[in-house]
């Protein structure tokens, strides 16, 4: 079985005191973070900063030291081959991601081609959003790990 490895992250920014979640609409429909695939030689972390870069133009983002997320999970992935079209196949792909948790003052977002479109959402409103379970997990996660420190 083929696997996938890939990073991102929660991406927040406060505005007033208030803490405001980024999330991203792919264009297959779900809501969640930014990732993508680590290439080769590449940290984790790198691939975070870059993968933010190219699918929301937010270039200024600092790791929060401490938070680390992994989920792991099967989906299945185009045709990626003539026989498996033919068959009406498609394979299944085992996928990791990990997941920083990332501050920007940015707001201004200017999304990939792979989305079509964007919220900054406060953190309730961000859960509900959340198209997959593990999603909202890793951000309640994140938003526990911001209230309980007051230095960011």
Same mark, same amino acid.
């Given at each position: 079985?083929?696997?996938?490895?890939?990073?991102?992250?929660? /991406?927040?920014?406060?505005?007033?005191?208030? /803490?405001?979640?980024?999330?991203? *609409?792919? $264009?297959?429909? *779900?809501?969640?973070?930014?990732?993508?695939? /680590?290439?080769?030689?590449?940290?984790?972390?790198?691939? &975070?900063?870059?993968? &933010?870069?190219?699918?929301?133009?937010?270039?200024?983002?600092?790791?929060?030291?401490?938070?680390?997320?992994?989920?792991?999970?099967?989906?299945?992935?185009?045709?990626?081959?003539?026989?498996?079209?033919?068959?009406?196949?498609?394979?299944?792909?085992? $996928?990791?991601?990990?997941?920083?948790?990332?501050?920007?003052?940015?707001?201004?977002? @200017?999304?990939?081609?792979? *989305? $079509?479109?964007? @919220?900054?959402?406060?953190?309730?409103?961000?859960?509900?959003?959340?198209?997959? $379970?593990?999603?909202?997990?890793?951000? @309640?996660?994140?938003?526990?790990?911001?209230?309980?420190?007051?230095?960011?």
């Amino acid at each position: 079985m083929p696997k996938e490895t890939s990073a991102g992250a929660i /991406i927040f920014r406060k505005e007033d005191s208030v /803490i405001y979640y980024l999330l991203l *609409h792919y $264009k297959s429909g *779900h809501w969640d973070f930014p990732k993508g695939h /680590i290439e080769e030689g590449e940290k984790e972390e790198d691939t &975070v900063k870059r993968e &933010v870069a190219e699918e929301t133009g937010i270039k200024n983002i600092k790791i929060i030291e401490g938070f680390k997320e992994r989920i792991k999970y099967f989906f299945r992935e185009n045709y990626n081959s003539k026989e498996n079209k033919e068959k009406g196949r498609k394979e299944w792909i085992f $996928k990791t991601v990990t997941f920083y948790l990332a501050q920007t003052q940015t707001k201004e977002v @200017k999304i990939s081609f792979e *989305h $079509k479109g964007f @919220k900054w959402l406060r953190y309730e409103e961000a859960l509900k959003q959340l198209t997959f $379970k593990n999603a909202k997990e890793i951000l @309640k996660k994140a938003n526990d790990r911001l209230i309980s420190k007051k230095d960011l």
